[in-house]
């Protein structure tokens, strides 16, 4: 899992710098290379943790190319990327994929990421403009999209209400109520609510942390 996470994490990352300026010229680069190379060996290893992975990276080389011009292939990107990071920990823990995607728990951290995703954009409209990309934020004003994007909080709600009790209590009081307190008053706090990066950070923090207890209670099997 880790020797497939650190080499798809290398492909995306290079990937992903090569067209972060869209007029540049593009070069073919060994971060592009060796992990698509090296890539057979845990395909062969591993299947069912490889073609997460493989899904993964494509999703985002998809993003790099193509996402970050037109907002609503940005969007879907990152909805789609939320539920396969999530699915990729499932098949970790030997869930098949196709049932992974499936679970509750996937659709709530599509929409987390996707609201994640819209927080980020918003955050970065001015330099993405520079650059000719036209996300959400640089179409309709960063601060406009910042508020817009609690809605896929919202609906991922109704997703998380269908998970098992431990992760809905845990996520909706560690991550979800958090977040909307962040929210609303970064909202009603700041005249430009988009450029608070400390936001970013709090979201990241929160569901990162609401994450790793969840996992901790798991593996100790505590009751509750």
Known sequence: LLLLIALAGWHIKTCNDMFEDKEGTKKMKTGIIIPLLLLPIPIYLKPELAIPALLITLNWDIYSILGKGVFPF?????????????????????????????????????????????HHDSYDAEEDQIRGFRTGAVVFSSDFWWKLSVFPMIISIFFLLKTEKLFAVLFFAAAVIPYFLGYFSVLFLSKTPSKILMFRFLCRGIFGSAALLYIFIKLNNFNF
């Open 74 to 118: 940005s969007m879907i990107n990152n909805f789609i990327g939320g539920a396969l990071h999530f699915s990729l920990g499932l098949s970790a823990a030997e869930i098949d994929i196709s049932r992974a995607l499936s679970r509750p728990e996937t659709f709530f951290f599509a929409f987390a990421m996707l609201c994640g995703s819209m």
